[in-house]
């Protein structure tokens, strides 16, 4: 998993779970254009499907979406065409819209390109790191220990974790490609925490990777970050085991129900 410090680190990941930031939808969200009803209707959609307020398979009615935002049809029709772009929605002719189930592949390449970059930043910690940067760490570790059972309170602290560790590197403004960029992961990772008993094991991992950058630098930091960022895939496939019906399995059209159901 992940998270980040207090403070002004906790403040600027707090953004990160839902709409992508300027910089973020330059890189890898897809940009709805200037502000307007449908990049907000965009930015909510966007959100309560990467936190799982709608789950994977879900079917999306547009115009229900339409009343429940208090917009017209169409920019929740634009919304759910910039969603389909990120892989986030499928549509289908005649059948309907419906959230993407959760597609390992995607993971793994999100996986890939965050932990390239959250690895290399780690190079470039300096020798004696900003002390602020480094008290705001360590408090933001000390709130992670007191939100046992939050776990959306959890996933925003971790972010801000991560986020902290790229600004000790002097790498922040790489942040919202990141955030842009692991829509996919973030949607598997918020699936595993709901497997896990405790966060407490994540919280540790994050207090031994600051001890270890602190105290060794990036040499001994960088395997325990990797082992650390890594375990998302075990979580998800305790996941998938329980509820395959949350994963692509494959490429073909469900049948619209109350409930999707996918052949």
């Known amino acids: 998993m992940t998270a980040a410090a207090a403070g002004s680190t906790g ?29 907000v209707v965009y ?6 499907v990467v936190t799982l307020d709608l789950q994977p398979g879900a079917p ?11 917009v017209s049809r169409t920019p929740v029709r634009d919304a759910l065409m910039l969603l389909q772009q990120e892989g986030l929605v499928q549509i289908f002719p005649r059948i309907g819209s419906f959230v ?28 004696e790191p900003d002390p602020r940067v480094t008290a705001e760490l360590q408090e933001n570790i000390a709130l992670q220990r ?15 974790f ?10 922040e403004g790489t942040w919202p490609s990141v955030v842009a960029a692991k829509a996919h992961l973030d949607r598997a990772r918020r699936l595993g925490l709901s497997e896990v008993g405790s966060v407490q094991v994540f919280v540790e991992q994050h207090a031994h990777v ?24 075990d979580d998800i496939e305790r996941v998938r085991s329980r509820s395959p019906e949350l994963f692509a399995a494959n490429t073909g059209a469900p049948t619209r129900r109350s409930v999707a159901v996918w052949e």
């Open 60 to 70: 999306l009615s547009e115009n229900e979406l339409a009343a429940e935002l208090g």
């Open 100 to 127: 993407s189930r959760v597609d390992p592949q995607r993971v793994a390449d999100a996986q890939f390109l965050r932990e390239a970059v959250e690895l290399a930043s780690l190079d470039d910690v300096p020798a």
């Open 11 to 39: 403040g600027t990941a707090g953004r990160a779970g839902g709409e992508p930031g300027a910089g973020a939808r330059q890189r890898g969200a897809a940009d709805p254009g200037p502000r307007s009803a449908g990049r």
């Open 146 to 160: 007191l939100v046992e059972g939050d776990h959306e309170e959890f996933f925003r602290l971790d972010e801000a």
């Open 210 to 233: 600051l001890d270890a950058l602190l105290r060794g630098g990036a040499s001994e930091a960088r395997p325990l970050m990797r082992t650390h960022l890594r375990t998302v895939f």
């Open 162 to 171: 991560h986020q902290g560790l790229m600004r000790l590197a002097g790498h």
């Open 43 to 48: 930015g909510e959609l966007r959100r309560r």
